[in-house]
């Protein structure tokens, strides 16, 4: 069953602005993966964060993972035109050398110049 | 010098046609898989190989069948084509089995489209 669910499920921002992403799960995790997928091309690793961290920062990025309410955040400070992409968040859990992630729909995010 | 790389990039067929995708990864890494995006860019996982053994097998049509002669290569073998196969299949790649802190190297995807 799928796991992770983003919302909104699309965001328009202006440029400078700060974008805010969120995702819940349903069922125990080990990490949290944020991905962004520029149109037409493969999706690219953004930032991990384990299940025993609360607060992860990259750069312009800062994510956050709630495990009690199986929730996390992903923000995107000033943000650019560059950002424009669609943003997803995968969910990790394994048991030995049965290991998947399982991704959620995405969020589409619009920077206006 | 592309990391993950699949072909081909777009893939226009029949119904009823049988077609394979490729890909081969320069990584290193133990771990390939294949992913299906649908039209609403739903990603969902359908095959993953670790070390040419395969390792997940989701609640996929037997009319696909992955095959890995070696750990840098993992294609994609699809039968009898229908309409509804047609989206966008990656491969990716990880060090281990990515649900244990990895991340994913993707591809850059094809583009199936079954007339």
């Known amino acids: 069953s799928q796991q992770g669910e983003e919302d909104p499920q699309a965001l328009s921002i202006q440029e400078g602005e700060n974008a805010t992403m969120n995702c819940s799960y349903k069922?125990?995790?080990?990490?949290l993966q944020w991905y962004r997928q520029n149109s037409g091309r493969g999706l690219v690793h953004l930032i991990l964060?384990?299940?025993?961290?609360r607060e992860k920062h990259s750069g312009r990025l800062r994510v956050t993972l709630d495990t009690s309410k199986k929730s996390s955040s992903l923000l995107i400070t000033a943000s650019r035109a560059a950002d424009t992409a669609s943003y997803f968040c995968?969910?990790?859990?394994?048991?030995?050398?049965?290991?998947?992630?399982?991704f959620g729909k995405g969020i589409t995010l619009s920077v206006r110049p | 010098d592309t990391a993950v790389s699949q072909t081909p990039k777009y893939l226009v067929t029949q119904m009823g046609n049988d077609k394979s995708i490729k890909c081969e990864q320069n990584l290193g890494h133990d771990t390939m898989y294949w992913y299906k995006q649908d039209s609403k860019k739903f990603l969902k996982i359908m095959f993953s190989y670790n070390n040419k053994e395969l390792i997940i097998n989701e609640t996929v049509p037997n009319r696909f069948s992955p095959k890995s002669p070696d750990k840098a290569h993992l294609n994609l073998h699809i039968n009898s084509l229908e309409l509804g196969d047609s989206a966008v299949y990656f491969c990716a790649s990880s060090p281990l089995g990515g649900a244990g802190g990895e991340k994913l190297f993707f591809g850059s995807g094809t583009q199936l489209s079954v007339l």
């Open positions: 995968a969910t990790g859990f394994h048991t030995g050398a049965n290991s998947k992630l399982t």
């Open positions: 069922t125990s995790i080990n990490n």
């Open positions: 964060i384990r299940s025993n961290e």
